[in-house]
């Protein structure tokens, strides 16, 4: 059974920081690319970041550049999220996908998705 099992979400202040984990289970996750989405009450869900399948090549959207540092441990089948400096906009939902190789912007590329972990920033 496929499962990605996120977790590390929570109430932080502005200018603090979560490291989020994405546990994967159930394919093959070190030929899988993963990235996290975002989606906040009354937005579009939003790619936050992705790294390849190898950690060879990483992507963030804009708003998180240089804030937020993704990573994989393929022998522990898990990806992190490291925020830092957040910030109110970044309230969200935040799930962890997965798709063969290489990222994508599109979430409608992304095979597997995790059930979503909250992650609330306080001004």
């Known amino acids: 059974e496929v499962q990605l099992v996120e977790s590390g979400g929570g109430l932080v202040q502005a200018g603090g920081s979560l490291r989020l984990s994405c546990a994967a289970s159930g394919f093959t996750f070190d030929v899988h690319a993963i990235g996290w989405f975002r989606q906040a009450p009354g937005k579009e869900r939003e790619g936050v970041a992705c790294v390849s399948y190898s950690g060879g090549s990483t992507y963030y959207t804009d708003s998180v550049k240089g804030r937020f540092t993704i990573s994989r441990d393929n022998a522990k089948n898990t990806v992190y999220l490291q925020m830092n400096s957040l910030k109110p906009e970044d309230t969200a939902v935040y799930y962890c996908?997965?798709?063969?190789?290489?990222?994508?912007?599109?979430?409608?590329?992304?095979?597997?998705w995790g059930q979503g972990t909250q992650v609330t920033v306080s001004s």
């Open positions: 996908t997965g798709r063969w190789y290489y990222c994508s912007a599109s979430g409608s590329q992304y095979n597997y």
